[in-house]
């Protein structure tokens, strides 16, 4: 059996995470998938019968950048070790340089780079030199790669596959069932709209323009995405007609509830709605750096599959919601959708799924390209593990500001939740189990994959004492 880690990035959201998600649930009997993951919904998906681990970004602002490099290798090799690692299979856009000098103490594991295109126009080359670093590059097919105009663009380093969705993985429910377990009326049209939590609460936001139209159609019924650990939402108004969905995951499941959408144009959201056959409209967040979403809503609209309207133009927005009210466009657009081949629409969990199960035949070791590449990525390497090797002491004097104070005594019965302390020091949570509430609080966190072995659990007490500053009667801080 192959035991392959599925590391995403991803300080918020989802993306990356329904990503591997999506394959860890296509692997069948011949491999066992665990998540490690930056994201802060990881709790939402460890609810779905697949293992992982919690690692936080340095956007957590739990320990300096400098550091949290080496203490990313660190986690990364301990876990790799500890569940006999075959394949480890990133999902990001930029690997970062902890994970590529976890590489030098991991030589039997394969590396492979999850490299989805459509990266914005301002997002550096530079990052693609870590692909020398990686056995294999896949990369997922995209709707609207027709626009892309990104770096990655016409490069032949990586290995197509089709598009990764989690229609491949999560069944739908019909939609009467649907609509009862959302609260809709299954006899009523209704709309979705889902714009990520970044942009709610703005009076002109996207998703404000769509429910002020929406509140002249009496007839639709509109439901609203909401993460937990968004801190603002637009007003929903008469909650007879516009019904707030906190933390539903996977949408998937719920698609059939719905008559049309509104949605970003991002990519697990193209391939999403649209591939699911829902008439969306897409308004692209302008805003992301790492992927460029209007390209992606341009393409996509150009094929037919979706309206588009651009966020600062909300007379825009109107009138293309007018037009998706309207039966007739809807069902264009359903035509349109359902004449793709199906590899066009997704297959590509199943496909990286399959190549793990055989990593000698869809994951083994390439000849590395580019000399330059090689020597800059060594070099990188070599100072990491250097730092990782030499623990903090010069870390903590040199490069890190002041960390949190851990109460670090109670680890020694691991796993447990550490009583909320009265006053200073800031505790630090140490558990087995994740929730939203827990994630949001804000409060450092070390999540232990659950199971494991007093030989891990007593590494990663080693990792944090060498990456926080620690008040401990058996510890004395720096």
């Not at 970003?264 to 699911?276: I, Q, R």
């Not at 903590?396 to 302390?421: H, K, S």
């Not at 007490?461 to 620690?470: D, M, S």
């Amino acid at each position: 059996m192959t035991t392959a880690l599925l590391v995403t990035s991803n300080g918020v959201g989802m993306g990356h995470l329904s990503r591997q998600l999506s394959v860890a649930l296509a692997c069948g009997d011949d491999v066992r998938p665990v998540l490690f993951s930056l994201s802060v919904g990881l709790p939402q998906v460890l609810g779905r019968g697949v293992g992982g681990e919690y690692c936080p970004s340095y956007e957590r602002d739990w320990m300096p950048r400098r550091s949290w490099h080496a203490y990313l290798r660190r986690r990364v090799v301990a876990i790799a070790r500890e569940l006999a690692v075959d394949v480890l299979v990133f999902d990001g856009v930029a690997p970062y340089r902890g994970l590529l000098a976890a590489r030098s103490s991991l030589p039997g594991v394969s590396f492979v780079w999850m490299r989805r295109s459509m990266w914005g126009r301002h997002v550096g080359a530079s990052r693609l030199r870590s692909a020398a670093a990686f056995d294999r590059v896949w990369e997922p097919g995209d709707l609207g790669s027709d626009q892309d105009r990104g770096v990655t663009a016409g490069r032949t380093d990586a290995e197509p596959i089709p598009p990764v969705s989690m229609l491949e993985v999560v069944p739908r429910l019909v939609r009467r069932e649907a609509a009862e377990r959302l609260g809709l009326d299954a006899d009523r049209p209704a709309l979705l709209v889902t714009l990520g939590s970044g942009r709610l609460g703005d009076p002109v936001s996207p998703a404000q323009v769509v429910l002020d139209e929406m509140a002249g159609h009496p007839e639709w019924q509109v439901a609203i995405t909401r993460s937990a650990i968004a801190t603002s939402g637009v007003p929903v108004g008469d909650r007879d007609r516009v019904v707030e969905l906190r933390d539903v995951f996977p949408l998937v499941e719920y698609l059939q509830a719905f008559d049309a959408a509104v949605g970003a144009a991002g990519y697990n959201a193209v391939h999403e709605l649209v591939s699911g056959g829902l008439p969306t409209l897409l308004v692209p967040n302008e805003v992301t750096r790492t992927d460029d979403q209007l390209a992606r809503a341009r393409g996509v609209e150009r094929r037919g599959l979706a309206l588009a309207a651009r966020e600062s133009d909300p007379s825009n927005i109107v009138r293309h919601l007018g037009r998706l009210r309207d039966p007739t466009t809807r069902r264009e657009i359903t035509e349109a959708i359902s004449a793709l081949a199906p590899d066009d629409r997704m297959g590509g969990a199943r496909t990286a799924a399959t190549r793990l199960a055989a990593p000698g035949d869809g994951t083994s070791r390439r000849r590395l390209r580019g000399w330059g590449a090689r020597v800059e990525d060594a070099a990188r390497a070599a100072v990491m593990a250097a730092l990782a090797a030499s623990g903090t002491g010069f870390g903590r004097r040199v490069v890190q500001r002041p960390g949190p104070n851990v109460l670090l005594a109670p680890m020694t019965v691991m796993p447990t939740d550490l009583a909320e302390a009265t006053g200073p020091p800031t505790p630090l949570i140490v558990t087995e189990s994740l929730d939203m509430e827990l994630m949001a609080s804000g409060r450092p966190i070390e999540h232990l994959l659950a199971g494991s072995s007093e030989e891990y659990r007593a590494r990663r007490k080693e990792i944090v004492r060498a990456h926080y500053r620690v008040q401990d009667p058996g510890y004395r801080t720096q």
